[in-house]
T-cell receptor, first 111, second 115 residues
Framework: KQEVTQIPAALSVPEGENLVLNCSFT??????LQWFRQDPGKGLTSLLL?????REQTSGRLNASLDKSSGRSTLYIAASQPGDSATYLC??????????FGAGTTVTVRA | SAVISQKPSRDICQRGTSLTIQCQVD?????MFWYRQQPGQSLTLIAT?????????ESGFVIDKFPISRPNLTFSTLTVSNMSPEDSSIYLC????????????FGSGTRLTVV
């Protein structure tokens, strides 16, 4: 069974600081890995999708890396802003196309 | 990417009643997924809905409690039956898009409170 762990569970930083969010998974036989953002009481917004053959993906201030062999992914958010405050979820796409989610990292960016 | 319309966005229901949640996608998709997010928790997959066949339920979820319909390739419903306060959660539908190498898109969610 695929277990996905996100560390830290919560993070509070001053505006402008870079964010580093960690995700680990137990089974390296993954199809893809996807990072999502969730605002309180809302649905999920996809941030980045990394295919299993890729090492990283970038979108604006966001960069996500993937190391399948060690079962790790890291999401970097550069120059954080108060609008980045949200919960960030890591999800592993299994080879049966189902998602296994981590518990999330709740980020607060202080103005 | 696909646009998913989910409704209702929220509801407050009496225990013992049922609520049907609708999910409409603006393109044809093979599989639709239903998730539950209990307060303070991450997402748990309830079931996978394929058009023309019965939904496949994950361990701990049963059809009598969460009946699902999938009448065509763009629409699905999830019913939460005989509700209790423990069913208070956010329910989300999701689809995968082969043209994006199986990136998943989620609906905006239904926030259900059972009183």
């Amino acid at each position: 069974k695929q277990e996905v762990t996100q560390i830290p569970a919560a993070l509070s930083v001053p505006e402008g600081e870079n964010l580093v969010l960690n995700c680990s998974f137990t089974d390296s036989a993954i199809y893809n890995l996807q990072w999502f953002r969730q605002d309180p009481g809302k649905g999920l917004t996809s941030l980045l999708l990394i295919q299993s053959s890729q090492r990283e993906q970038t979108s604006g201030r966001l960069n996500a890396s993937l190391d399948k062999s060690s079962g790790r992914s890291t999401l970097y958010i550069a120059a954080s802003q108060p609008g980045d405050s949200a919960t960030y979820l890591c999800a592993v796409v299994r080879d049966d196309y189902k998602l296994s989610f981590g518990a999330g990292t709740t980020v607060t960016v202080r103005a | 990417s696909a646009v998913i319309s989910q409704k209702p966005s929220r509801d407050i229901c009496q225990r013992g009643t049922s609520l049907t949640i609708q999910c409409q996608v603006d393109s044809q998709v093979t599989m639709m997924f239903w998730y539950r997010q209990q307060p303070g928790q991450s997402l748990t997959l309830i079931a996978t809905a394929n058009q023309g066949s019965e939904a496949t339920y994950e361990s701990g979820f049963v059809i009598d409690k969460f009946p699902i319909s999938r009448p065509n390739l763009t629409f699905s419903t999830l019913t939460v039956s005989n509700m209790s306060p423990e069913d208070s959660s956010i329910y989300l539908c999701s689809v995968d898009l082969p043209e994006t190498n199986y990136g998943y898109t989620f609906g905006s969610g239904t926030r259900l409170t059972v009183v």
